[in-house]
């Protein structure tokens, strides 16, 4: 694989993985201020209790993390390393 592709994998990579860690952000933000509101909505819809909601979000929270650090940002970090090390030889 040549440098360009290489370059313009990992660029794509570390965007996916930015723009998840806002979409994580954005999401956390909103379930803390609207806590109350969500948890009333949840309740009513699914008959979730607050505990339960809880749970539920710190295992979204957890997996989200996970798939941001292993399937988007370690690819790119190893692309950046092969990309760098193509330039020096």
Same mark, same amino acid.
């Given at each position: ?11 794509? %990579?570390?965007?996916a993985f930015?723009?998840?860690? &806002?979409? $994580? /952000? !954005?999401? #956390?933000? *909103?379930s803390m201020? @609207? ?9 009513? %819809? ?7 909601? &809880?749970? $539920? /979000? !710190?295992? #979204?929270? *957890?997996?989200?993390? @996970?798939?941001?650090?292993f399937l988007?940002?370690?690819?790119? %970090? ?12």
């Amino acid at each position: 694989m040549d440098r360009e592709k290489i370059i313009v994998f990992r660029n794509l %990579l570390l965007r996916a993985f930015v723009i998840g860690v &806002g979409f $994580v /952000l !954005l999401i #956390f933000a *909103a379930s803390m201020l @609207l806590w109350d509101t969500f948890a009333g909505w949840m309740h009513h %819809l699914f008959l979730v209790d607050e505990k339960e909601l &809880g749970r $539920v /979000l !710190l295992g #979204f929270f *957890a997996n989200a993390r @996970l798939i941001l650090v292993f399937l988007f940002l370690t690819p790119a %970090l190893a692309l950046h390393w092969t990309a760098r090390k193509q330039s020096r030889d």
